[in-house]
């Protein structure tokens, strides 16, 4: 097992995140990317929202960040039970890609989370079949299918 280290997400990392937004692999699912970096500015100032840097050996690959799903405006987990964890994250550097540690770094921020939190849940776009199988390998199951706010349609996922 690999050692992930997650570092709070700083002011000084919204460069390093346009970058990853505006890198081909991940522009595809959030084509805007202004939009993310406004979102993800905004909630810097959000106490329910929870951001990291993911780092291996000091260099940074991916962003994670984590909420109350009860809290949040997305109607797709509005009926987790209370204490639920919401994951949203993303392998940033296209150097990391395929070799397991989209998976480790799931798995390894879950476990965390698992400390203070009952259920911890992702909702990957139904098409985004390649999230839905990382997530698969992190030990995530399929709950439900459901729309979110703008329409498309997620898998909810959780772990125990």
Known sequence: MRN????????????LLRRWYSAAHVKVWWPDTDAQIARITADMENPQVAMHIVELSHLPFAFISDFDARTSAKPEFA????????VETFVGNPDFLGPGHAAGYI???VRALRRSYSLVAVGPITTD???ISIYRQA?????RLAPTRDGKLVQVMTRL
């Open 139 to 143: 030990g995530f199951h399929n709950r």
């Open 107 to 109: 798995e390894a921020w």
């Open 79 to 86: 009926d987790l039970p209370v204490g639920t964890r919401v």
């Open 4 to 15: 992930y280290d997650f570092r709070l997400l700083t002011q000084d990392d919204l460069t």
């Open 129 to 131: 079949t390649r999230a």
